[in-house]
């Protein structure tokens, strides 16, 4: 079920956001939930070449496999940065 939220914009901002939407034919509120998707799966997410160096680095391999295994004993600490 589709959510409701409240966003405090400045009057620059809301008018951004305006023309922005406008320009590609969409709602503000399609726009924003766009972008920020978008965002987060650029944030979140490698590409598949960025897959591949990761899986043929042996090193790199071996310590995230070392880190999972303390993860689920539950050693270390998380580090936020």
Same mark, same amino acid.
């Given at each position: 079920?589709?959510?409701? *939220?409240?966003?405090? %914009?400045?009057?620059?901002?809301?008018?951004?956001?305006?023309?922005?939407? +406008?320009?590609?034919?969409?709602?503000?509120?399609? %726009? *924003?939930?766009?972008?920020? %998707?978008?965002? %987060?799966? $650029?944030?979140?997410?490698?590409?598949?070449? $960025?897959? $591949? $160096? *990761?899986?043929?680095?042996?090193?790199?391999?071996?310590?995230?496999?070392? +880190?999972a295994?303390? *993860?689920?004993?539950?050693? +270390?600490?998380f580090?936020?940065?």
């Amino acid at each position: 079920m589709p959510k409701t *939220i409240t966003l405090r %914009l400045s009057d620059e901002e809301y008018e951004k956001l305006s023309r922005a939407a +406008g320009s590609v034919k969409r709602s503000i509120s399609n %726009l *924003i939930s766009f972008l920020a %998707l978008q965002k %987060l799966d $650029e944030e979140s997410f490698v590409d598949e070449i $960025e897959m $591949e $160096e *990761i899986l043929a680095n042996p090193v790199l391999m071996k310590r995230l496999k070392r +880190g999972a295994k303390e *993860i689920e004993k539950m050693k +270390g600490s998380f580090v936020d940065v």
